[in-house]
Antibody
Framework: EVQLVESGGGLVQPGGSLRLSCAASGFTFSSYWMSWVRQAPGKGLEWVANIKQDGSEKYYVDSVKGRFTISRDNAKNSLYLQMNSLRAEDTAVYYC????????WGQGTLVTVSS | EIVLTQSPATLSLSPGERATLSCRASQSVSSYLAWYQQKPGQAPRLLIYDASNRATGIPARFSGSGSGTDFTLTISSLEPEDFAVYYCQQRSNWPPKWTFGQGTKVEIK
């Protein structure tokens, strides 16, 4: 069964850091572009970042450049998002997704930035 | 930056009716457009990619069309499980960015 499982979300104060993880199974992780997508409460979807199969290319939405870092470990079938200098507007459910078109998706992990 | 505008914001229809959702890009995206369905409390699901190709396991009642700046998602006959929010998404080659439209909610009339 194809599966993506995110973890690492939680409550963090403004200016704090958090590292999200996404564990993949049931498909050849190393063959897929991987992405992070977020959804603020009651809002639409926003692409955050993605990374090429070998990690040689990484792209970010402008609002997180310099604060977030996407990475992957193909040996562990895992994707990561290091989030620094967090702001209230980063509050959202964060999904990992595979492929150049986003399929499959994980179930999401909630990040809340609040004092 | 390419902006995707979806219309209408909300579509009120009855089961069995045809749904037509629109997505307009601020500049040409060729056929680099996808459609996703999202139900409350669930992750999105890929329906259509490259404007007109159904993803694996997607029923034939879902179809996509268009190229350039104007795209349409059609649900030929709404089933109860189709009431959800639908998003279009584009990917641009350079700079490499992926953007979503704001969504269309298909609700039961």
């Amino acid at each position: 069964e194809v599966q993506l499982v995110e973890s690492g979300g939680g409550l963090v104060q403004p200016g704090g850091s958090l590292r999200l993880s996404c564990a993949a199974s049931g498909f050849t992780f190393s063959s897929y572009w991987m992405s992070w997508v977020r959804q603020a409460p009651g809002k639409g979807l926003e692409w955050v970042a993605n990374i090429k199969q070998d990690g040689s290319e990484k792209y970010y939405v402008d609002s997180v450049k310099g604060r977030f870092t996407i990475s992957r470990d193909n040996a562990k079938n895992s994707l990561y998002l290091q989030m620094n200098s967090l702001r209230a507007e980063d509050t959202a459910v964060y999904y990992c997704a595979g492929g150049r078109w986003f399929d499959p998706w994980g179930q999401g992990t909630l990040v809340t930035v609040s004092s | 930056e390419i902006v995707l505008t979806q219309s209408p914001a909300t579509l009120s229809l009855s089961p069995g009716e045809r749904a037509t959702l629109s997505c307009r890009a601020s500049q040409s995206v060729s056929s680099y457009l996808a459609w996703y369905q999202q139900k409350p409390g669930q992750a999105p699901r890929l329906l259509i990619y490259d404007a007109s190709n159904r993803a694996t396991g997607i029923p034939a009642r879902f179809s996509g069309s268009g190229s350039g700046t104007d795209f349409t998602l059609t649900i030929s006959s709404l089933e109860p499980e189709d009431f959800a929010v639908y998003y279009c998404q584009q990917r641009s080659n350079w700079p490499p960015k992926w953007t979503f439209g704001q969504g269309t909610k298909v609700e039961i009339k």
